[in-house]
Each structure stands twice: as structure tokens, then as C-alpha cells.
């Protein structure tokens, strides 16, 4: 039923999705998603997408998956210590279930990823070095209850005296290696292979660093290929925010200024903007000045800037400094004149004074001391930053910024293109150069915001930049802008806004202008596995809302569906949609387990065993009767020496260890309620605290587990529950019609499962069980 995959050519839901990712495999463009390792994506790419490979190829591997599933539920079962008809059971549960069905048909990773959690348990449970490959992020759910079940055995091994040093040194060497270091190398190797498959630029590129950018073919690459390495006075530079959060952005300015009130009647400082600009553009070069000198060329030899350095930056375009404002004493007066003239007059409100002298605070009275700080437009606890005008009212810049690389090696590191991070701190005020990442209002043509923040309030990762592109400039500012007027920074020759025409071409020509100094500047594997590994934990993807969205509460109840394809001509469909039967006993099961465990719990601390309990649970072996070293071949432990071969036992001794009545039922039962009730809480519990868009496929692997707790929970009734035999036999009658019942189910919606034949409108709406199936019915 499951190694049959769709062999529709069209593509399916998230099929699109997936079937990208392998292209860009086929074609070795570098791509980034969010929802896994590369290992799912990689085994998809084994079907070589193109246009000569039918896509129903690619879907062969998903359903080879979803079959191999099955007879691993039956091991698992039969690991756990229950009975062969109780696997079976477990087998047939996950045959007859109809999302599991739907999921293997298709080319998505769900599948894989049930695949590799179940061979994960039934590794650990058969004590093997099976590797636990995790195909998507919430797989490691399932690595870390095996982990943790290891981690008590381990610990219950370290206290048997039975053992001697050296052997339990050895069991936890061989557990480490097996459950941390092995899985730790496949891990490496797949974003080794995978990097390495990957080395083009691609559509993902702008959310890595600079660094990681310019390590590919093409793009970035090919922008900066032969930049000078290190940023020298009077380099041109643009500064690309590290965190590219909410979206990667470069420092900009332009010749539009903040405006005199802000919507919230605060005031501004009237000076030029300063934004980040998430596109390239010739308004994101800025060159680097040494405020003790007026020459902006690079000089012979270049003068390198480094760690602690003052520097001014110089807009491009429009030859004003960086700055960042505090209005002081009588300079506050004066500013506050300015703002007033701008809003004073014939038409003027008579609120707006007012609004003017409760924003700056020093507009009555005597000139006096102050420290007011300029607020940002849209975050008012920091600094407003912006590109400095002289409005001839004797207010001086504050221009001046300390140079602080964040990963350097030495206090005496040289400012590297790409490769240094860097944090601009404010020489007068102590503010750092921060991305606040809010959008501007429609004056700020919804850029984004920049700002000083306090260095008091720690560091971010919104407050490093690094050199992106970079260039030696040849050319003194004066020279390109000449004729402009010079303003009354002492600190530079000529800062007067640019004008336009033909100066104004020139400079920018000369910002596009290539580089000459070629250097190499690949990352290594760790550097670049260690970014991608950052980005994939924590980009953002596309949370709105979807049509099949749906809630971790939603899936409990089934009162969600997804529609998957619709025959262009006819009324075939395929949806995924539990079996009502199956997914409502399986909740039910979880719940009853809980509560017989809290029950036997309670009976315990007051001395009464339901469960017996032998002596071969002292050592948690992982199994559930104390016959089970003998059933492999191996007589328990001894004080006198080490384990010894013995014969096999006989059918009854074995046959003994699968029943109810074995002295260690207690640590089944434990160890069948930390492998399946476990299993489901860690792949169910944690989509409460995702940020993400959900579909009910998310919950398909705590469905599994939850799918074999039912015929160890029915088992567990069977043998403990039911007193006599008239009850089991009623029992066992009630097992056979509620599975028929499922089985029922199963080929009601059979239809809708395999999408294979069309139903009449009648019939699709008979199978609308709940509102809230998205059944699709044709009017025509």
C-alpha cells in the first residue's frame, strides 16, 4: 500500500516546496532552509530533479520509508518485551493509518523522518551503534529521549558493584562513542557534503554574512573579487549590518532630513537621515576620514585604521559626517529658534510652539548647562542618528567614532574588509551604532531606523557592521564636489550637500568605479558550518497565516485537514486525513496510561506492587524480564567474574519472558511508557513554544509513538486488568470489532487517501465527517 508512490505528475502541496531545493542541488546553488539538516534534502536529490526524471521518481523514496516503517513498529514491540500478537498489532496500526499513507506517498520528508526516529529506538533498544541520523530539527526530539534513556542506564550501570571498573568505564566509553560522537560526525559530514555541493550563490545568499557571501561562485563574489583587505583612511566603504534581522540592510543616508515634529510631537534635529537600506545602492558608500586631517584619498602607503581608532565617516553622495546628536547650553537655544521658525508664522498652530519647547526642554529661560539627547524617531530611550548640516547656528558636530572590532585577535587588529566585525561607539555620548530594525514612516521612505544606543545596555548583534565593498579612494572629496560651498566643521574641508549634475555623476562613477588589489579570503569548513548552523536555528520563515494551518490542539482531535490535489477534470482528491478510529484511541491510550502509571505509583509508595518487580530491574537493562540475558545467551551477572556463555534456554523460558506474570512487568511497563508515551510528548509538546506556521502533518511522528502505545496499553489490560477469563475473552472480542471498525475506516476513506478514483458529490459529502474537513466538491 505504501511502496506504491503517486504517480501523478503534478506536483503536490509541499512538494513545490521541496522539489526547489533539489534543483538547486542539481544545479549547485546554495540554498538555506530552516526546518532541518540537508540530510532529508539530500536523499530527495538522489532522484536527479530535471525535466527528464518523472517527478513520481522522486517520490519512490518517501514510500520505501513509509513501508520499512511497519515491520520496525512490529521490532519495537517485540524489543519492548510484549507479546508477538501485540507487535503485530502495532504493525497493522500503522498500515491501516491514513495519514502515514498519505505522507509515504508523497515527496516529503515526514516519512524519512518517522523512518529514522523508529530505527533510532529500535537501535538503542537492541544496544547497537546504529547511527540515529535526524533528517529534520524536530527528529532531535527523539535523539534526545534515546540520550536520556541511555543516560539512566548509564547511571544504574556506574552503580552495579557486580561490574568491575574498567568494564563500566567501558560501557560508557562505548555509549558516548555511540550515542554522541558518531552521530556528532555523520552530522559534520552531511554539512560537509553539503557545502560542498553548494558552492554557487543563489537567491539565500543575503541572509549569510559578507563572509560566508563572498566564499561562493558568483554574487558577492564576483562583486568584490580583488577588494583591498584592509579598510586604510580615506577607503570607501559600505557598512552591511551583521545581524540581517529583519532583513540584511546596509548604512544609508540621502539628502532628505528628519522631520522638525514627529507624529508624536517630539522634535527632531532637523539634520539628514540615516537608515539602513536592505537594497544596494551608490547612497550606501561612506569613506573613512581621520578627523585630524582634511585629505579623503587613500594615501602611499595606505595608513590602516585599527582597533580603537577615532575615525569620522563621510557620506558619499553628499559629503556629511555621521553623527549623532546632543544639544547643549546655548547651541539648545539656537537649535530650538531654528525649529521654531520652521513651524512659526502666519499659518502657524499655536500648539506648535509649545509642542517645540516640550520636546527640546531648554527653549525658556536663561541660556544654562544641559545634556539633552535628540531621541530617534521611533525608539525614544535612543540617540537619534543622522548625517550632519550646518543651519549657521553654531552648533558643532559630534562626528567622532571609536573603532571596535568585536572578534579581534589583538587590541592592535587592523579593520579587515568582510572578514572584521566591528561596533561604532559614539566618542562624545558612548552610543553605539545600532539597527533598531523598526520601519521609518513614509518621510523615511519605510527604511529602516538607525540608532545610539548606550553602550550600558549591552551588546547585541544589531550593533556589529562589517566592510562589504570596498575600494581605495584616489580622489580627494574636494576635487569631485568642487565649487561647493565649506561648512563650519573645522574637522572636513567641504561638507555642503551635493549638487546635481555633472560633479555629482562623476562621484558616483567613481563609487562604481573597480578595484585593483586582488586577496583571497575563503572561510573554512567550521566557519561556514558554523554560520549556516546559526542561521538554520534561527531565521524566521514565512509565519502568516495558511489556509490548512492549523494548532498542536487542532491535531488531537483531528479537527483539521489538508487538501493535497484535485483532479484538474474530475472530482479525484487527495487529503491527508487521520483514521477517526485509530487517531481517537491512540489519544485515549496515552491518557490511560498516564493515569494507570500515577495509579501504580500511588500503590507503590503506600507497598502495594500490582506489577511485580525482580531483581533484574536493579540494573535496567534496557529489557523487561530477568530471563532476557539468558534469552541472548549470557547468564546474569556474577560477584566471581564476568559474564559467560551459556546455552540457550528452552521455548518456555523465553516464551515466559513475553507474558504478564514475568517478575519484572514493573520495568516493561516503565520502559514501554518511556519509548511511547515518551516518544510522543518530545514530538508533540514542543510545537507549543514554535514560532512557525503548523500543518497537521507536524504531528505524524507523535502519532507513531502514540500508535504503538495502543497494543501495549491492550496487552497490559489483557493480562492485569481483566480477572478472569470470561473477561478476557470479552475483552479480546471488544479488540477484533474496534479493529475492525478501524480497518472500516480505513477503506471508507480510501478514496481520499490514494486519490485514485472519483466520487460523486453525494458520496465526497458523506465523508465531510467534521465542519472543519476541507472536502473539495465540484458545482459542475
Same mark, same amino acid.
Given at each position: 500500500?505504501?511502496?506504491?508512490?503517486?504517480?501523478?505528475?503534478?506536483?503536490?502541496?509541499?512538494?513545490?516546496?521541496?522539489?526547489?531545493?533539489?534543483?538547486?542541488?542539481?544545479?549547485?546553488?546554495?540554498?538555506?532552509?530552516?526546518?532541518?539538516?540537508?540530510?532529508?534534502?539530500?536523499?530527495?536529490?538522489?532522484?536527479?530533479?530535471?525535466?527528464? +526524471?518523472?517527478?513520481?521518481?522522486?517520490?519512490?523514496?518517501?514510500?520505501?520509508?513509509?513501508?520499512?516503517? &511497519?515491520?520496525?513498529?512490529?521490532?519495537?514491540?517485540?524489543?519492548?518485551? *510484549?507479546?508477538?500478537?501485540?507487535?503485530?498489532?502495532?504493525?497493522?496500526?500503522?498500515?491501516?493509518?491514513?495519514?502515514? /499513507?498519505?505522507?509515504?506517498?508523497?515527496?516529503?520528508?515526514?516519512?524519512?523522518?518517522?523512518?529514522?526516529?523508529?530505527?533510532? /529506538?529500535?537501535?538503542?533498544?537492541?544496544?547497537?551503534?546504529?547511527?540515529?541520523?535526524?533528517?529534520?530539527?524536530? =527528529?532531535?526530539?527523539?535523539?534526545?529521549?534515546?540520550?536520556?534513556?541511555?543516560?539512566?542506564?548509564?547511571?544504574?550501570?556506574?552503580?552495579?558493584?557486580?561490574?568491575?571498573? &574498567?568494564?563500566?568505564?567501558?560501557?560508557?566509553?562505548?555509549?558516548? =562513542?555511540?550515542?554522541?560522537?558518531?552521530?556528532?560526525? +555523520?552530522?559534520?559530514?552531511?554539512?560537509?557534503?553539503?557545502?560542498?555541493?553548494?558552492?554557487?550563490?543563489?537567491?539565500?545568499?543575503?541572509?549569510?554574512?559578507?563572509? *560566508?557571501?563572498?566564499?561562493?561562485?558568483?554574487?558577492?563574489?564576483?562583486?568584490? @573579487?580583488?577588494?583591498?583587505?584592509? +579598510?586604510?583612511?580615506?577607503?570607501? +566603504?559600505?557598512?552591511?549590518?551583521?545581524?540581517?534581522?529583519?532583513?540584511? $540592510?546596509?548604512?544609508?543616508?540621502? @539628502?532628505?532630513?528628519?522631520?522638525?515634529?514627529?507624529?508624536?510631537?517630539?522634535?527632531?534635529?532637523?539634520?539628514?537621515?540615516?537608515?539602513?537600506?536592505?537594497?544596494?545602492?551608490?547612497?550606501?558608500?561612506?569613506?573613512?576620514?581621520?578627523?585630524? #586631517?582634511?585629505?579623503?584619498?587613500?594615501?602611499?602607503?595606505?595608513?590602516?585604521?585599527?582597533?580603537?581608532?577615532?575615525?569620522?565617516?563621510?557620506?558619499?553622495?553628499?559629503?556629511?559626517?555621521?553623527?549623532?546628536?546632543?544639544? $547643549?547650553?546655548?547651541?539648545?537655544?539656537?537649535?530650538?529658534?531654528?525649529? #521654531?521658525?520652521?513651524?512659526?508664522?502666519?499659518?502657524?498652530?499655536?500648539?506648535?510652539?509649545?509642542?517645540?519647547?516640550?520636546?527640546?526642554?531648554?527653549?525658556?529661560?536663561?541660556?544654562?548647562?544641559?545634556?539633552?539627547?535628540?531621541?530617534?524617531?521611533?525608539?525614544?530611550?535612543?540617540?537619534? /542618528?543622522?548625517?550632519?548640516?550646518?543651519?549657521?547656528? %553654531?552648533?558643532?558636530?559630534?562626528?567622532?567614532?571609536?573603532?571596535?572590532?568585536?572578534?579581534?585577535?589583538?587590541?592592535?587588529?587592523?579593520?579587515?574588509?568582510?572578514?572584521?566585525?566591528?561596533?561604532?561607539?559614539?566618542?562624545?555620548?558612548?552610543?553605539?551604532?545600532?539597527?533598531?530594525?523598526?520601519?521609518?514612516?513614509?518621510?523615511?521612505?519605510?527604511?529602516?531606523?538607525?540608532?545610539?544606543?548606550?553602550?550600558?545596555?549591552?551588546?547585541?548583534?544589531?550593533?556589529?557592521?562589517?566592510?562589504?565593498?570596498? #575600494?581605495?579612494?584616489?580622489?580627494?572629496?574636494?576635487?569631485?564636489?568642487?565649487?561647493?560651498?565649506?561648512?563650519?566643521?573645522?574637522?572636513?574641508?567641504?561638507?555642503?550637500?551635493?549638487?546635481?549634475?555633472?560633479? @555629482?555623476?562623476?562621484?558616483?562613477?567613481?563609487?562604481?568605479?573597480?578595484?585593483?588589489?586582488?586577496?583571497?579570503?575563503?572561510?573554512?569548513?567550521?566557519?561556514?558550518?558554523?554560520?549556516?548552523?546559526?542561521?538554520?536555528?534561527?531565521?524566521?520563515?514565512?509565519?502568516?497565516?495558511?489556509?490548512?494551518?492549523?494548532?498542536?490542539?487542532?491535531?488531537?482531535?483531528?479537527?483539521?485537514?489538508?487538501?493535497?490535489?484535485?483532479?484538474?477534470?474530475?472530482?479525484? @482528491?487527495?487529503?491527508?486525513?487521520?483514521?477517526?478510529?485509530?487517531?481517537?484511541?491512540?489519544?485515549?491510550?496515552?491518557?490511560?496510561?498516564?493515569?494507570?502509571?500515577?495509579?501504580?505509583?500511588?500503590?507503590?509508595?503506600?507497598?502495594?506492587?500490582?506489577?511485580?518487580?525482580?531483581?533484574?530491574?536493579?540494573?535496567?537493562?534496557?529489557?523487561?524480564?530477568?530471563?532476557?540475558?539468558? $534469552?541472548?545467551?549470557?547468564?546474569?551477572?556474577?560477584?566471581?567474574?564476568?559474564?559467560?556463555?551459556?546455552?540457550?534456554?528452552?521455548?518456555?523460558?523465553?516464551?515466559?519472558?513475553?507474558?504478564?506474570?514475568?517478575?519484572?512487568?514493573?520495568?516493561?511497563?516503565?520502559?514501554?511508557?518511556?519509548?511511547?508515551? =515518551?516518544?510522543?510528548?518530545?514530538?508533540?509538546?514542543?510545537?507549543?513554544?514554535?514560532?512557525?506556521?503548523? *500543518?497537521?502533518?507536524?504531528?505524524?511522528?507523535?502519532?507513531?509513538?502514540?500508535?504503538?502505545?495502543?497494543?501495549?496499553?491492550?496487552?497490559?489490560?489483557?493480562?492485569?486488568?481483566?480477572? %478472569?477469563?470470561?473477561?478476557?475473552?470479552?475483552?479480546?472480542?471488544? /479488540? &477484533?470489532?474496534?479493529?475492525?471498525?478501524?480497518?472500516?475506516?480505513?477503506?471508507?476513506?480510501?478514496?481520499?487517501?490514494?486519490?485514485?478514483?472519483?466520487?460523486?458529490?453525494?458520496?465526497?459529502?458523506?465523508?465531510?465527517?467534521?465542519?472543519?474537513?476541507?472536502?473539495?466538491? #465540484?458545482?459542475?
Amino acid at each position: 500500500m505504501r511502496a506504491s508512490p503517486v504517480a501523478h505528475e503534478a506536483a503536490h502541496f509541499d512538494e513545490v516546496y521541496y522539489g526547489q531545493y533539489i534543483s538547486f542541488y542539481m544545479k549547485r546553488i546554495f540554498f538555506l532552509d530552516g526546518s532541518g539538516p540537508p540530510f532529508g534534502h539530500m536523499l530527495l536529490a538522489l532522484g536527479e530533479y530535471s525535466s527528464n +526524471v518523472p517527478v513520481w521518481s522522486l517520490r519512490l523514496l518517501p514510500a520505501l520509508a513509509g513501508a520499512l516503517a &511497519v515491520p520496525l513498529a512490529y521490532q519495537i514491540v517485540w524489543e519492548l518485551r *510484549f507479546s508477538h500478537c501485540a507487535a503485530t498489532g502495532a504493525a497493522l496500526l500503522l498500515l491501516i493509518e491514513n495519514s502515514l /499513507v498519505t505522507q509515504s506517498r508523497l515527496m516529503l520528508l515526514e516519512s524519512a523522518l518517522i523512518f529514522f526516529d523508529l530505527l533510532a /529506538v529500535l537501535s538503542f533498544l537492541k544496544f547497537s551503534s546504529c547511527q540515529r541520523a535526524s533528517i529534520k530539527y524536530v =527528529g532531535i526530539f527523539t535523539y534526545l529521549l534515546v540520550l536520556g534513556a541511555a543516560a539512566v542506564q548509564a547511571w544504574h550501570l556506574v552503580g552495579d558493584r557486580t561490574l568491575s571498573n &574498567v568494564r563500566v568505564l567501558c560501557h560508557l566509553l562505548a555509549r558516548a =562513542g555511540a550515542l554522541l560522537a558518531v552521530p556528532a560526525a +555523520v552530522y559534520l559530514l552531511f554539512f560537509y557534503v553539503h557545502l560542498r555541493l553548494l558552492c554557487r550563490s543563489g537567491p539565500h545568499d543575503q541572509i549569510m554574512s559578507s563572509a *560566508f557571501q563572498a566564499s561562493l561562485e558568483g554574487g558577492l563574489a564576483r562583486i568584490t @573579487q580583488g577588494q583591498p583587505l584592509e +579598510v586604510a583612511y580615506g577607503s570607501q +566603504v559600505t557598512l552591511r549590518s551583521a545581524s540581517g534581522k529583519p532583513v540584511p $540592510c546596509w548604512l544609508h543616508s540621502h @539628502q532628505s532630513t528628519y522631520p522638525v515634529i514627529y507624529e508624536s510631537g517630539r522634535g527632531s534635529s532637523h539634520q539628514q537621515q540615516v537608515t539602513c537600506y536592505p537594497f544596494k545602492d551608490v547612497n550606501n558608500w561612506w569613506m573613512v576620514k581621520d578627523p585630524g #586631517r582634511h585629505q579623503l584619498a587613500v594615501s602611499s602607503p595606505p595608513r590602516p585604521v585599527r582597533h580603537g581608532d577615532i575615525v569620522q565617516l563621510v557620506h558619499g553622495m553628499t559629503a556629511r559626517v555621521l553623527n549623532t546628536t546632543r544639544v $547643549c547650553g546655548p547651541q539648545a537655544l539656537a537649535h530650538c529658534s531654528r525649529a #521654531r521658525a520652521g513651524l512659526s508664522g502666519p499659518g502657524a498652530l499655536p500648539w506648535q510652539d509649545a509642542c517645540v519647547r516640550a520636546a527640546l526642554g531648554v527653549c525658556t529661560g536663561p541660556p544654562r548647562p544641559c545634556r539633552h539627547d535628540v531621541a530617534a524617531p521611533l525608539t525614544p530611550h535612543s540617540q537619534e /542618528v543622522s548625517c550632519y548640516i550646518d543651519y549657521n547656528v %553654531s552648533m558643532p558636530a559630534q562626528s567622532l567614532w571609536r573603532l571596535d572590532i568585536v572578534n579581534r585577535q589583538s587590541d592592535a587588529e587592523v579593520w579587515k574588509t568582510i572578514l572584521s566585525e566591528v561596533r561604532l561607539v559614539h566618542v562624545n555620548t558612548s552610543a553605539v551604532l545600532k539597527l533598531s530594525g523598526a520601519h521609518l514612516p513614509d518621510w523615511g521612505f519605510r527604511q529602516l531606523e538607525v540608532v545610539g544606543e548606550k553602550l550600558a545596555r549591552g551588546h547585541h548583534e544589531s550593533m556589529v557592521w562589517n566592510v562589504e565593498e570596498h #575600494r581605495y579612494g584616489q580622489k580627494p572629496v574636494a576635487a569631485a564636489l568642487r565649487g561647493q560651498s565649506c561648512c563650519r566643521v573645522p574637522e572636513l574641508t567641504c561638507c555642503g550637500p551635493a549638487r546635481p549634475g555633472r560633479e @555629482q555623476k562623476e562621484r558616483e562613477l567613481e563609487l562604481h568605479a573597480p578595484t585593483r588589489t586582488d586577496l583571497s579570503r575563503n572561510l573554512s569548513f567550521m566557519a561556514r558550518f558554523s554560520e549556516l548552523q546559526w542561521r538554520m536555528l534561527t531565521v524566521r520563515g514565512d509565519d502568516s497565516e495558511h489556509k490548512y494551518s492549523s494548532t498542536p490542539l487542532d491535531w488531537l482531535t483531528l479537527d483539521t485537514s489538508i487538501a493535497y490535489w484535485l483532479h484538474p477534470r474530475t472530482s479525484a @482528491q487527495i487529503h491527508l486525513l487521520g483514521n477517526i478510529v485509530v487517531w481517537a484511541s491512540a489519544g485515549l491510550a496515552t491518557l490511560a496510561y498516564a493515569l494507570l502509571f500515577l495509579w501504580y505509583l500511588l500503590r507503590r509508595r503506600r507497598g502495594v506492587h500490582d506489577l511485580p518487580e525482580g531483581a533484574g530491574a536493579q540494573r535496567l537493562s534496557g529489557l523487561a524480564c530477568p530471563q532476557a540475558t539468558a $534469552c541472548r545467551g549470557l547468564e546474569p551477572h556474577r560477584e566471581d567474574g564476568p559474564v559467560k556463555p551459556v546455552p540457550p534456554p528452552g521455548p518456555a523460558t523465553c516464551a515466559g519472558a513475553d507474558t504478564g506474570l514475568s517478575p519484572d512487568a514493573w520495568l516493561r511497563w516503565v520502559l514501554a511508557g518511556t519509548v511511547c508515551a =515518551g516518544g510522543w510528548a518530545v514530538n508533540y509538546l514542543p510545537f507549543f513554544m514554535m514560532e512557525k506556521t503548523l *500543518f497537521l502533518y507536524h504531528y505524524l511522528p507523535a502519532l507513531t509513538f502514540q500508535i504503538l502505545l495502543l497494543p501495549v496499553l491492550l496487552q497490559h489490560v489483557s493480562e492485569h486488568l481483566c480477572r %478472569s477469563q470470561l473477561q478476557r475473552s470479552l475483552f479480546h472480542g471488544l /479488540v &477484533v470489532a474496534w479493529f475492525a471498525a478501524a480497518c472500516h475506516v480505513f477503506l471508507t476513506l480510501r478514496p481520499l487517501t490514494y486519490g485514485d478514483r472519483p466520487l460523486p458529490p453525494g458520496e465526497l459529502q458523506a465523508l465531510r465527517w467534521r465542519e472543519s474537513w476541507d472536502i473539495l466538491i #465540484r458545482k459542475h
